[in-house]
Nanobody, 124 residues
């Protein structure tokens, strides 16, 4: 049974930082491309950042470039998202997702597995 558990969310002031983690079990983590997505109330889910199976290639939404850093540790089956210079508009539920690796072309439309999410709230 595949499980993906996010952690690290919380309440932070604008300009602050958070580090999200996503620990996966029940799947060969190193065979999967991974991504971080978010959904704010009343808005559609959007891709934030994605990373290929080895961690050598990354992609970012324009809103995340220069502020967020995605990384992974395949030995720990864990995906990370370092978020700096947070803004009120970053407030959302953040989800990690996994999809079988193919030649990396950025975040994809469909993923095989999703976590339950971790809430990030940025106060202005």
């Amino acid at each position: 049974q595949v499980q993906m558990v996010e952690s690290g969310g919380g309440l932070v002031q604008a300009g602050g930082s958070l580090r999200l983690s996503c620990t996966a079990s029940g799947l060969p983590f190193g065979d999967y491309d991974m991504g971080w997505f978010r959904q704010a109330p009343g808005k559609e889910r959007e891709a934030v950042s994605c990373i290929n199976w080895s961690g050598s290639i990354t992609a970012y939404a324009d809103s995340a470039k220069g502020r967020f850093t995605i990384s992974r540790d395949n030995a720990k089956n864990t995906l990370y998202l370092q978020m700096n210079s947070l803004k009120a508009e970053d407030t959302a539920m953040y989800y990690c997702a996994a999809v079988r690796a193919v030649p990396f072309g950025g975040c994809r439309d469909e993923y095989d597995y999703w976590g339950q999410g971790t809430q990030v709230t940025v106060s202005s």
